[in-house]
DNA sequence: CTCAGCTCCTGCGGGC
DNA sequence: TGCCCGCAGGAGCTGA
C-alpha cells in the first residue's frame, strides 16, 4: 500500500518528530520484522541525533549522528504514529498524549524533545535495518534499485533502453524496482490509465512517443499523489498521529465495474489478474 | 539475463 | 451469529 507518495508524505509528517533531535532510547518489542533487527539496534540507536531524513524509492533513511543510517521499509501495512509532541514545529498538531502500546507496535522511538514515533506493523512485511551512511548505496536493499521517477536521470530516453527487448507486459516492468524507484500496483495502474497504454502491452512493444508520455504521467501522478499527501498533512487535524493515510481518488484502481472516467468514454473498468495481481484498466482508453 | 510463480503475514469482507 | 476462505500486496527468492 504505502507506494513512494506515501512514504514521502510519512517522512515530511516525521521531521517534526525526529529531524535534529536526539533518541532517549529505543524500544523493540520483538526480535525483526520480515528480517531480524541488526545486532544491538536498540543500543546503536539510543543517544542518536537523527541529522536528516531521506527517502529513496521506498525507505526511509534516517541519517544518524554516528556514521550510521536507520533504513526504514513500511511494507505493506506498515504505519508510523506520532505522540507527545507539543510544540511550535506544527502549529495545531501532534499536541496530544501518548496512547498505550497496541499489538503491532513492534518499535517505538522515544526522543529527547518528548515525541514518541511508534512502527505499527500487522503484516510485517515491513523491514529496519542499520548501515553506514557511506556505505548505504551499496546495502543490498538499496544497491539495484532504479532511478527517482522525479529524478533527471528518469526520462524516455533512460525508459526506452531499459524497456527494449523485454517481453514482459508494461505493467510488470513498472513494478521492478530496478527499473524504476517506487512504484507499486497502485500507481502503476493510473499511470498507466494516465498514459493511455495497456498493462498487458508488452515493455518492448511501446513506440517512442508513447514511452514520453508514459514519464510524463508516471511523473504527473506521483506529484499529484505527493501533493495531496502534503495537503492532508497540513489541513487535516490528525486526530491520532498517523501519517501517510488520506484520501485518495482514483480513476481506475479498485474501480472494477464503474463508468471510465473519460468524458464521452462508454466503458467500463475491468480488473485482470498479472502475475497475481490485479491490474485495472479501461479497455477503450488503454490500448 | 529474463520471467513466472511462490512465499512471508494478518485483517477484512464475502458467502453460507 | 459464526466460521471458512480468499484476497490484499512489497519484494526477495527459487527454478525453469
Redesign the pocket.
Known amino acids: 500500500?504505502?507506494?513512494l507518495p506515501e512514504v514521502e508524505t510519512v517522512r515530511a509528517g516525521l521531521l517534526p518528530a525526529l529531524e535534529g533531535q536526539r533518541i532517549a532510547r529505543a524500544e523493540l518489542r520483538r526480535d525483526g520484522l520480515?528480517w531480524p533487527f541488526p545486532p544491538d539496534m536498540a543500543a546503536r540507536l539510543t543517544g542518536a541525533r537523527v541529522e536528516q531524513l531521506r527517502r529513496r524509492?521506498?525507505y526511509i533513511l534516517a541519517d544518524l549522528d554516528r556514521g550510521e543510517s536507520l533504513i526504514i521499509?513500511l511494507?505493506?501495512?506498515g504505519r508510523m504514529v506520532i505522540s507527545g509532541l507539543a510544540g511550535p514545529a506544527v502549529p495545531g498538531q501532534f499536541h496530544f498524549d501518548h496512547p498505550p502500546v497496541e499489538?503491532?507496535d513492534h518499535v517505538l522511538l522515544h526522543m529527547e524533545n518528548g515525541a514518541r514515533v511508534t512502527f505499527n506493523d500487522?503484516?510485517?512485511?515491513g523491514a529496519m535495518d542499520l548501515c553506514a551512511t557511506q556505505d548505504l548505496e551499496r546495502h543490498p536493499?538499496l544497491a539495484s534499485i532504479g532511478p527517482e521517477p522525479l529524478g533527471n536521470s528518469f526520462h524516455a530516453t533512460y525508459l526506452a533502453d531499459r524497456l527494449s527487448g523485454?517481453?514482459?507486459?508494461i505493467k510488470?516492468?513498472l513494478?521492478d524496482?530496478r527499473i524504476v524507484a517506487g512504484l507499486?500496483?497502485?500507481y502503476v495502474c493510473e499511470a498507466l490509465f494516465r498514459a493511455g497504454i495497456s498493462p498487458k502491452r508488452a515493455a518492448g512493444r511501446l513506440s517512442r512517443a508513447r514511452i514520453e508520455r508514459l514519464t510524463d504521467a508516471i511523473r504527473t501522478t506521483l506529484r499529484e499523489a505527493i501533493e495531496a499527501g502534503g495537503s492532508s498533512l497540513r489541513d487535516y487535524r490528525q486526530a491520532n498521529g498517523e501519517l501517510g493515510y488520506f484520501q485518495h481518488s482514483f480513476r481506475v484502481y479498485g474501480r472494477e465495474g464503474a463508468p471510465c472516467v473519460t468524458p464521452g468514454c462508454p466503458n467500463t473498468v475491468r480488473r485482470i489478474?498479472q502475475?497475481?495481481?490485479?491490474s485495472f484498466y479501461c479497455p477503450t482508453c488503454q490500448r
Not at 500487522?122 to 512485511?125: D, I, K, S, T, Y
Not at 523485454?166 to 507486459?169: D, E, G, I
Not at 502475475?275 to 490485479?278: D, F, Q, V, W
Open positions: 500500500m504505502p507506494e520480515r524509492s521506498k521499509h511494507g505493506m501495512s499489538k503491532h500487522p503484516r510485517r512485511f536493499l523485454r517481453k514482459t507486459p510488470a516492468a513494478l524496482q507499486g500496483n497502485i489478474v502475475s497475481g495481481r490485479s
